[in-house]
């Protein structure tokens, strides 16, 4: 369809999106803040630069054989972040209208929130990056087999998001360290399977490691965003669910892209064991696990202790 090949799965996107959209015009009440705000046009050119010029080489870097202009690129990115923090953080003080209010961040909930999505999220797009490539490259898994062996995850989610709700109202919030901990013991039990079953394993054989997988993931993923806006003001609530979709997005690029990059690197010198790949790639995703549980420990403590006042 025009020459896209592959890329044709995402329209898929597309009358989804619009069907939901119009399902929801009549849900939906139109909302207005009390007074004008300016577009902060600066913080988002300075964002957008930074970002880009921080992603564009991360995802073509390796294809391109590690060019000087990569490198290049992810120096100016760190001077356009840094200048856009700074940016944001002169707009606060002058009393203006900030892409980012930096005040979001004295919060620590917000912070390890922040962390933690980078980490849960970087992990995801990792595992689902590097195991299609081990499951239809490494174990010649046809690519039916290799979406069966994914189903797991997605059976998993969906059972570890409707049970999160239930055990947020019970536990609280000290459940999402428990669902980033079961990632962890996912992790170790599909190097477990890889292991065991060697050259020749079934797809069923990945059912229990990734339908544990997928449960760690829904008990975190479905109330991170609540937990972690909780205790932001009505008035910035905007704004900090834009830093942390931003945050999301990054972390899918920053997970593909290092330890994807990982991935490769070990596949050449280890003479193209994609066992041997996978492994790596899975002790890094492991550490993701483990980071994210780190991160949404110190988030449900942070939930304890009184709000700061404004």
């Known amino acids: 369809m025009f020459g896209l090949g592959w890329r044709t799965v995402f329209l898929i996107n597309l009358p989804i999106g619009l069907i939901a959209m119009a ?25 957008a630069a930074g970002f880009t010029a921080m992603t564009f080489p991360l995802v073509m870097g390796r294809e391109a054989g590690w ?5 290049f690129c992810l120096a100016a990115s760190l001077l356009f972040l840094f200048g856009f923090v700074r940016y944001e953080g002169r707009l ?7 892409l980012m209010p930096t005040t979001l961040f004295a919060e620590k909930s917000f912070r390890f929130g922040v962390l ?11 595992l689902f990056l590097t195991l299609s490539l081990f499951l239809q ?24 998001s409707m049970l999160a709700p239930r055990g947020v109202k019970k536990w609280g919030f000290r459940l999402l360290p428990a669902g980033a901990a079961v990632m962890a013991l996912s992790c170790g039990y ?10 020749n394993p079934q797809w069923t054989h990945f059912i229990p490691s990734l339908s544990l997988a997928g449960i760690g993931q829904g008990i975190v993923g479905a109330p991170l965003f609540t937990a972690i806006l909780s205790r932001v003001g009505p ?37 193209g064991s994609y066992h041997t790949a996978m492994y790596a790639a899975l002790a890094c995703i492991l550490g993701a696990a483990l980071l994210t549980f780190i991160q949404l420990l110190l988030l449900s403590k942070a939930k304890k202790e009184p709000a700061p006042s404004n």
């Open 23 to 47: 399902l929801s015009l009549p849900f939906v009440r139109e909302s207005m803040v009390e007074g004008s705000k300016k577009l902060d046009l600066a913080g988002l050119l300075l964002s």
């Open 190 to 199: 599909l190097f477990y399977t890889i292991h065991h079953f060697g050259e």
């Open 137 to 160: 490259e490494g174990l010649s898994f046809s690519p039916m087999t290799s979406a069966l062996s994914f189903l797991s995850i997605g059976v998993g989610f969906f059972l570890g």
């Open 235 to 271: 008035n910035q609530i905007g704004a900090a669910s834009g830093i942390l979709s931003t945050m999301m997005q990054m972390a899918n690029v920053l997970g593909v892209a290092v330890i994807g990059t990982l991935y490769f690197a070990v596949l050449e010198s280890s003479g």
């Open 116 to 126: 933690s999505i980078l980490a849960y999220q970087g992990g995801n797009a990792a």
């Open 92 to 98: 606060m003080k002058r009393s203006g209208f900030p």
């Open 67 to 71: 060019p000087l202009w990569v490198f």
